[in-house]
């Protein structure tokens, strides 16, 4: 299974679905995420735990243990620039077939990538990326499943919502229906499949 998961070193990850999936032990998930955080925090307690058969995400530096897993091939590790990343979500969500890109050009990254000539300049093709599940995080939700981001925690958040088969919000705050000013919705409850009280209120 494949699993998208909200956070920026683990600021705006749902953090007791993670403890709950630690604690159940589930093995081998492809993990899209940003980061993987540190090894006490946020998804980078799957990673010790080695909960993930492959990971794709922007970055890695701050938890050494994705190092270590990487450098001795215990897990596969695709390492995509961050900004092609969100936007292979976002075109995901969106259903596009993809998206052109200088990004990479000349580098590994270009590997076994389709390279398009338009206007004159060379772009790789980026293909879209979905999930079978997303696992996000929302500072208050109502009880229908929309969604308020507070600050920076908004993150990859949205744009996983819409790239993911089920969807399953993990809320600080749990309110009731109409309590979030409209204008505040940011992902609204048609992308949300199941709501978890963090109880953070």
């Not at 909960?51 to 970055?59: A, D, G, L, R, V």
């Not at 976002?90 to 390279?115: H, S, Y």
Request: negative net charge; proline residues 4%; hydrophobic residues 40%.
């Amino acid at each position: 299974m494949t699993v998208m998961v909200s956070g920026f070193m683990g600021c705006g990850s749902p953090h007791k679905i993670i403890d709950k999936l630690v604690e159940l032990g589930v093995k081998n998930l492809t993990l899209i995420c940003n980061d993987t955080a540190w090894p006490g925090y946020g998804v980078g307690k799957m990673v010790v735990t080695k909960q993930f058969s492959k990971i794709m995400t922007s970055h890695i530096g701050l938890n050494p243990e994705s190092g270590r897993q990487l450098n001795n091939k215990e897990t596969e590790f695709q390492l995509i620039p961050q900004g092609t990343l969100v936007e292979r979500i976002r075109t995901g969500g969106a259903g596009l077939g993809g998206f052109l890109t200088p990004t990479g050009l000349g580098t590994a990254v270009e590997e076994g990538k389709q390279i398009i000539e338009a206007n004159g300049q060379n772009y790789l093709l980026e293909l879209p990326l979905k999930a079978d599940v997303a696992i996000i995080g929302a500072h208050i939700v109502d009880k229908k499943g929309n969604c308020y981001y507070r600050g920076a925690t908004r993150n990859f958040a949205p744009l996983m919502a819409m790239a993911c088969e089920t969807v399953i919000v993990e809320a600080d705050n749990l309110v009731e229906v109409g309590e979030i000013q409209h204008e505040n919705i940011v992902t609204p409850h048609i992308f949300v499949d199941y709501i978890i009280d963090g109880g953070k209120n």
